[in-house]
């Protein structure tokens, strides 16, 4: 019986890993090749997700699974069918990883771990000590929950985060997650953006050298950006869109005004491979040294 490995979520068949994972399973030794794409449409219903996880489970062939766009969805609809949750994925309800391990399914967070490795790829050492910048996290979903908790925690944390959603319900979520994490309040601030000025506002109030990042899913799943057109970045400021592929709307936006405003940009295809590589050295129980991740990238350029 020949073994593969699922991906979880939209629109599957776009991502580039279908072409990069049969060199990466070359590389990594791994006992097979197959990926599957299970696409599943956005505010899919909760017998879909619990379908999803129990095939999972059952198929004796089928190894794991990296989830994207679902992974909130997928832990409310289904945590209760997995044996083991690791501690932030109980924490935050969501779940970036499926595996197995002697009969017995487990879910993981990758996501911190994920946001930290491309992080510190670009973000120069002291950053925010020497510039006072601040972070503006568009989007409070699971990446930005991901990646504010990374940064509360970093030794160079800037002096304040703000964090951004057009919806109060994922804005409470995120500072229930801060709260029950004990993560400082005094560090974050919660933004309603209901209307464009919103987010314009927030951009304008930041400062030199903040970091800005496009954790909203704009551009990737859906069409669109967080930013306006026609706000300003903040000077110097560092921007990371979080997506590689898709519509790209925030990226395009940040490149625009790149030499004006002295950006630093950054897309999202590091995050990309660190993303991937995690969840396949857990699904596969395999170890990711420096040169090996290095080996993953360079397989990976061709394919971007």
């Known amino acids: 019986m020949s073994s593969y490995m699922g991906f979880v979520g939209v629109t599957t068949s776009g991502s580039s890993i279908m072409k990069i994972f049969p060199e990466w399973a070359r590389i990594l030794h791994l006992p097979t090749d197959r990926l599957t794409g299970h696409d599943l449409p956005l505010g899919a219903g909760r017998d879909q997700y619990r379908e999803l996880v129990t095939r999972i489970r059952d198929d004796a062939s089928h190894r794991g699974a990296l989830v994207t766009t679902h992974k909130m969805d997928l832990y409310q609809a289904a945590h209760d069918l997995f044996d083991e949750i690791d501690e932030f994925g109980t924490l935050c309800g969501e779940i970036s ?41 568009l989007g409070a979903g699971g990446a930005g929950t991901a990646l504010t908790w990374y940064l509360a925690g970093h030794a160079d944390a800037p002096e304040k985060i703000i964090c951004t959603d057009t919806s109060p319900v994922r804005l409470q979520h995120l500072a229930d997650v ?80 790149e030499e004006r405003r002295q950006l630093t940009v950054v897309d999202g295809w590091r995050y990309f491979i660190h993303g991937w590589s995690q969840v396949i050295a857990e699904v596969f129980d395999v170890e990711l040294t420096g040169e090996v991740l290095d080996r993953l990238a360079d397989a990976a350029a061709g394919a971007r």
């Not at 801060?178 to 209901?194: D, N």
């Open 97 to 137: 990883s499926i595996s197995k391990r002697d009969g017995r399914l487990i879910g993981h967070a990758k996501d911190p771990i994920t946001a930290g490795l491309a992080l510190e790829e670009f973000l120069p050492p002291g950053h925010f000590k020497e510039t006072g910048a601040h972070v503006i996290c």
């Open 178 to 257: 801060h709260a029950r994490g004990q993560l400082p309040a005094s560090l974050f601030e919660y933004r309603l953006v209901e209307r464009p000025e919103d987010t314009a506002r927030v951009l304008a109030e930041a400062p030199a050298g903040s970091l800005v990042v496009n954790a909203s899913g704009l551009g990737k799943d859906r069409p669109g950006s967080p930013v306006p057109d026609g706000v300003d970045f903040p000077r110097e400021a560092i921007v990371w869109e979080f997506n590689y592929r898709g519509s790209l709307e925030f990226l395009a936006q940040a490149r625009a005004q």
